[in-house]
């Protein structure tokens, strides 16, 4: 039965109006994705509407479309003899933006391929206004052109946890050990993240003023606002543990081992307090954690200062509750991070240091303390002896990581750390006072 024009006029109707909705639903996609981005990630979205809009005129011009002479079906039965025009057949261009640059993925055409893309990138360098451009293909049929506004080493972007006006930009208890935490980005602007619940134990080394309180900034500041773990810091230059003596589990600031070694003995007992679980949960590592079962991060900064402490005795006691902790402490839901200027093997025994299997490493000053972190080192294109090295910048593996990559913190200061903390006490997270020394209401 055909239908009659009151039905086509409805059939009308509805497609126009799932074509206006579509088209609203695409506006409002655009203006929160414009809306929460940062001033940087902005700038990449208008450079990525420009690619696009020029990309059918930049293609031919590279190289990267190729003709196609095959006659389309109205031309072949066409009464028409003359010979068909060739049509110009360019890749589908899809970009994503961030704070970097521009991402673009695009289909290889049969006679575009990886190595025509490759002989271009200087032409699209150019054309697009990057500093920087890596052509690779992840999957056949698929090019992927990663083009650099700014290089992601170079830049310094703030940490998640503030606002645009450095305030907190979080609350206490926000977030849980699986959460990833952003420690910053590679050379490539690849995010490096850290997952505390899956991770082990790690080793974190620098000279003074390499930036390596930055990246320690970050860790105990996520850890901090995690609601099933227990931070524990040791630290007897205050440096790291100040800003979180108020609220963290335990803290020690003794130069002496014989109070931090007491702490490590509290760990190891938590850790044997734990093995009924492997029982009644017939595991053989505990990686569901509650507030009723945390997840313990110790941190130790200058560890050097209780290794190499000259109370022979408290330093063999210190050190035998490292190891302890180092060598079974991951399967008890146990996190060490331990911090130093020289991984030297004076400072740490090869029994502990091959237990730290996440490494960070600032500037240091010999090759052979950065071998300490990377045996292979000397094999790799990147070291962290090297004078020229900017702050904040180290070389790190993490988690599944290959082999290690430059890596370019986020930026938490210490001032930043304290304003995090004062929020954690007004929630009545406070477990302690500060010392009299550290009490900045007295002092003034």
């Keep these: 039965m055909p239908?009659?024009?009151?039905?086509?006029?409805?059939?009308?109707?509805?497609?126009?109006?799932?074509?206006v909705f579509g088209l609203l639903?695409?506006?409002?996609?655009?203006?929160?994705?414009?809306?929460?981005?940062?001033t940087e990630t902005r700038a990449s979205l208008r450079q990525a509407?420009?690619?696009?809009?020029?990309?059918?005129?930049?293609?031919?011009?590279?190289?990267?479309?190729?003709?196609?002479?095959t006659p389309t079906v109205l031309q072949q039965f066409s009464p028409?003899?003359?010979?068909?025009?060739?049509?110009?057949?360019?890749?589908?261009?899809?970009?994503?933006?961030?704070?970097?640059?521009?991402?673009?993925?695009?289909?290889?055409?049969?006679?575009?391929?990886?190595?025509?893309?490759?002989?271009?990138?200087?032409?699209?360098?150019?054309?697009?206004?990057?500093?920087?451009?890596?052509?690779?293909?992840?999957?056949?049929?698929v090019i992927v052109a990663r083009g650099f506004r700014r290089e992601p080493l170079e830049a310094v972007i703030r940490s998640p946890l503030l606002g645009p006006d450095g305030s907190p930009a979080c609350r206490p208890g926000q977030f849980?050990?699986?959460?990833?935490?952003?420690?910053?980005?590679?050379?490539?602007?690849?995010?490096?993240?850290?997952?505390?619940?899956?991770?082990?134990?790690?080793l974190v080394a620098g000279t003074t003023r390499s930036g390596k309180s930055i990246t320690v900034n970050t860790l105990l500041a996520s850890a901090s606002l995690m609601r099933d773990v227990r931070l524990i810091v040791i630290d007897p230059n205050l440096g790291a543990v100040a800003p979180w003596w108020r609220t963290a589990y335990k803290v020690s600031d003794a130069t002496h081992p014989d109070e931090p070694t007491e702490i490590l003995r509290w760990v190891r007992e938590e850790m044997q307090r734990r093995e009924r679980l492997?029982?009644?949960?017939?595991?053989?590592?505990?990686?569901?954690?509650?507030?009723?079962?945390?997840?313990?991060?110790?941190?130790?900064?200058?560890v050097a200062n209780y290794t190499r402490h000259p109370d022979r005795k408290a330093r063999e006691r210190f050190e035998a509750e490292l190891l302890?902790?180092?060598?079974?402490?991951?399967?008890?839901?146990?996190?060490?991070?331990?911090?130093?200027?020289?991984?030297?093997?004076?400072?740490?025994?090869t029994a502990v240091r091959t237990n730290l299997s996440a490494r960070i490493c600032h500037r240091v000053d010999t090759i052979e303390d950065?071998?300490?972190?990377?045996?292979?080192?000397?094999?790799?294109?990147?070291?962290?002896?090297d004078r020229t090295m900017p702050q904040g910048v180290s070389i790190a593996s993490i988690g599944d990581m290959r082999t290690p990559v430059r890596l370019r913190s986020v930026y938490l200061t210490t001032e930043a750390c304290w304003k995090i903390n004062d929020l954690m006490c007004a929630s009545g997270l406070k477990v302690r006072e500060l010392p009299a020394r550290l009490d900045l209401d007295k002092a003034a």
């Design 370 to 385: 950065f071998l300490h972190l990377f045996p292979d080192g000397r094999e790799l294109d990147i070291t962290a002896a």
């Design 176 to 202: 849980i050990s699986t959460d990833e935490v952003l420690l910053g980005w590679d050379e490539d602007g690849t995010p490096i993240v850290l997952n505390l619940a899956y991770s082990a134990h790690a």
């Design 3 to 19: 239908a009659t024009p009151g039905a086509l006029g409805l059939w009308a109707l509805w497609l126009f109006g799932l074509g």
């Design 324 to 349: 302890a902790i180092a060598s079974q402490g991951a399967k008890f839901g146990v996190r060490l991070w331990l911090l130093t200027q020289k991984p030297s093997a004076d400072v740490l025994t």
């Design 25 to 38: 639903g695409w506006g409002g996609f655009c203006f929160i994705r414009w809306y929460r981005a940062d």
């Design 80 to 141: 028409d003899e003359t010979p068909a025009k060739p049509r110009v057949l360019t890749p589908r261009l899809h970009t994503r933006a961030d704070p970097f640059g521009v991402t673009v993925t695009a289909d290889a055409l049969p006679q575009a391929g990886l190595s025509a893309w490759q002989d271009a990138a200087e032409g699209l360098r150019d054309a697009w206004g990057m500093r920087r451009i890596r052509i690779s293909q992840p999957k056949p049929g």
């Design 49 to 69: 509407r420009q690619m696009r809009w020029g990309w059918k005129r930049l293609a031919p011009m590279l190289g990267l479309a190729v003709k196609d002479a």
């Design 278 to 302: 492997f029982w009644s949960g017939r595991t053989d590592r505990i990686t569901a954690f509650s507030e009723e079962l945390p997840l313990l991060l110790v941190v130790i900064d200058e």
